[in-house]
């Protein structure tokens, strides 16, 4: 595991922090970046939202997986061993299928998590070392949203980078397209990405998996308040916000907001601002884009790579595309 670096990273991550937070916050509508969910505690939480019965994402595409592994593995391999490269380490709960298959074909395979957190590339490797004879874990700590280094394919070995669990909803459209084309940068012709992407449905099966009975989505969305109170010691009042999912159809993307419930002032030391709310004021979290059919292999020609293949699930809730480097 690399350890060069980290300490800088950690502070990268800080300061990135702050000048979101700043920036956000001093904008009108009030913004939030997505990425900032991700500490710990909402990690976890983002976690048991992937078993919640209204959050149909997770499940659908590993169905997807669980039917086509060794289709998905063949067509990328071509006859070449499969080197897997991931973006975001994730619970590699899916990907395991995926590793799975390809240690049936070739014996082995190295699987290259690239992940900005040294932890969870940690777990991931013991965790599928352990459970996977033939897997090399080979992690990378790296910022893959900055650009992608991977290292020169070797003779006969073809790299398949998965970029999925719809991590790209985040995403513009513009921004999408960027990353895409960073990761192809990083290919040569004959290398392939998988691409995960949640399907645009209705509008109410949309909303209960961003706004769930058992109000998960609603602590993760708030913990994002909370870690601001741990990390920049802000006295957000975590009962005075309300967690918010819209429907955004003309963008074909659900939204998350939290709702000030009350006239308030909060106080970020760290970034020595007072920030006023008046009732029902929004701070906008996040977008999550749902692709059209079609979109997504649209978007992946844009950037380079050619179409190979889409698996579905019956309903046509989430897709999962397989391109070529070109
Ligand atoms: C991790 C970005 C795929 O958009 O569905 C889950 C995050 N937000 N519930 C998604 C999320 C609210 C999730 N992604």
């Known amino acids: 595991m690399t350890t060069i670096g980290l300490p800088q990273l950690g502070s990268q991550v800080a300061e990135q922090m702050a000048s979101a937070v700043s920036e ?11 990425w900032l969910f991700y500490d710990a505690a909402g990690s976890q939480l983002f976690n048991q939202i992937t078993e919640l019965p209204e959050y149909y994402l997770t499940r659908t595409e590993r169905a997807i997986f669980s039917e086509h592994s060794d289709e998905i593995v063949a067509l990328a391999a071509d006859g070449d061993a499969l080197r897997i490269v ?3 380490a994730g619970s590699a709960d899916k990907t395991r299928l995926l590793l799975t298959a390809a240690v049936d074909r070739q014996d082995t395979v190295t699987y290259e998590p690239v992940d900005v ?5 940690q777990e991931a490797q013991e965790r599928i070392e352990r459970e996977i004879p033939g897997v090399l ?3 990378r700590v790296e910022d893959y949203t900055r650009g992608l280094e991977l290292d020169a394919p070797t003779m006969g070995e073809r790299r398949m980078v998965l970029y999925i669990g719809s991590s790209i909803g985040n995403f513009e459209p513009h921004e999408a397209q960027r990353l895409l084309h960073s990761v192809r940068s990083a290919l040569v012709p004959s290398d392939s990405m998988l691409l995960g992407v949640d399907l645009a449905k209705d509008r109410a099966s949309l909303l209960a998996a961003y706004d769930d009975a058992a109000g998960v989505t609603a602590d993760f969305n708030l913990n994002l308040l909370a870690r601001l109170n741990r990390e920049l010691g802000a006295d957000f009042d975590l009962t005075a916000f309300a967690h918010r999912a819209v429907w955004n159809a003309a963008q074909s993307r659900i939204e998350m907001h939290l709702v000030s419930r009350q006239r308030q002032r909060v106080k970020i030391p760290a970034l020595d601002l007072k920030i006023d709310f008046v009732i029902g004021q929004t701070i906008h979290t996040e977008n999550s884009y749902k692709y059209r059919p079609g979109q997504a292999e649209a978007l992946l020609a844009s950037a380079g790579f050619a179409h190979v293949a889409t698996w579905t699930d019956e309903q046509k809730r989430f897709a999962v595309c397989l391109a070529r480097a070109t």
Do not use: D, I, K, T
Request: charged letters at 10%; proline letters at 18%; glycine letters at 10%.
């Open 117 to 121: 957190s040294p932890s969870a590339l």
């Open 86 to 88: 991931e973006l975001g």
């Open 137 to 139: 874990v080979s992690p």
């Open 24 to 34: 956000g916050l001093l904008s009108r509508p009030m913004w939030l970046p997505s």
